[in-house]
């Protein structure tokens, strides 16, 4: 069966644009969660959606901001980007809510 | 919020040697579980193990809930194991679950 997909592998952005993020989960897992890795901070859950709804929320300024769709395809949004937003954001997909069976291969994120 | 904290942060081994990562964490947890990131940066799932022991292949994992810990063993080690072992506790606080994660232990497996 397909893996998680997410698209694009790497995006160059400027200070201040925005950009979004798009995950699609494995067939018939209806939680998708998000995360952000970096060196400094390490692995930081960011949000999960299930069935359409947020159902957890972490730490992250409202600049971050995701939805699901009615196939389960999650896409995620930062606004106003900051040098610091440069990361790999993961997503992850799973039967159930809080945890996360299936990782994505990530999305390169450089903020220039 | 949770500490969750890994050790070693390090480890290098020789192939065939066995090895035990640790995790500590804070408070109670929903559920905890061990992941494994690649030299190429994917994260597999290893286990999902609130309590209890389970078995996959060489790897095993423990975690007693009541003395907040978990350990991961890797039994004959091949390099192929080497990468970044995290280990993540499913936590309630504010209304809303997170999964917290530690900072990880990195292993390396030399022929």
């Known amino acids: 069966k397909a893996g998680v997909t997410q698209t694009p592998r790497y995006l160059i952005k400027t200070r201040g644009q925005q950009v979004t993020l798009s995950c699609s989960p494995i067939?018939?897992?209806?939680?998708v969660s998000w995360y952000q890795q970096t060196p400094g901070q390490g692995l930081q859950f960011l949000f999960e959606?299930?069935?359409?709804?947020?159902?957890n929320k972490g730490n992250f300024p409202g600049r971050f901001s995701g939805r699901q769709f009615s196939n389960s395809r999650s896409e995620m949004n930062v606004s106003t980007l900051e040098l610091g937003d440069s990361a790999l954001y993961l997503c992850?997909?799973?039967?159930?809510?809080?945890?996360?069976?299936?990782f994505g291969s990530g999305t390169r994120l450089t903020v220039v | 919020g949770i500490q969750v904290e890994q050790s070693p942060p390090d480890l290098i081994l020789q192939e065939g040697a066995n090895s035990t990562l640790r995790c500590n964490f804070s408070?109670?947890?929903?559920?905890l579980q061990w992941f494994h990131q690649n030299p190429w940066g994917q994260l597999i799932n290893l286990f999902y193990?609130?309590?209890g022991t389970k078995q996959n292949g060489r790897l095993s994992a423990t975690t007693v809930a009541t003395e907040r810990y978990s350990l991961l063993y890797i039994s004959s080690s091949q390099t192929t194991d080497s990468g970044v072992y995290f280990c993540?506790?499913?936590?309630?606080?504010?209304?809303?679950?997170?999964?917290?994660f530690g900072k990880g232990t990195k292993l390396s497996v030399i022929p």
């Open positions: 193990i609130p309590s």
């Open positions: 992850a997909s799973s039967l159930s809510t809080g945890g996360a069976d299936t």
């Open positions: 408070d109670s947890v929903n559920n």
């Open positions: 993540a506790v499913l936590y309630s606080g504010a209304g809303s679950y997170q999964l917290t």
């Open positions: 959606y299930f069935s359409e709804t947020q159902r």
């Open positions: 067939s018939g897992h209806r939680s």
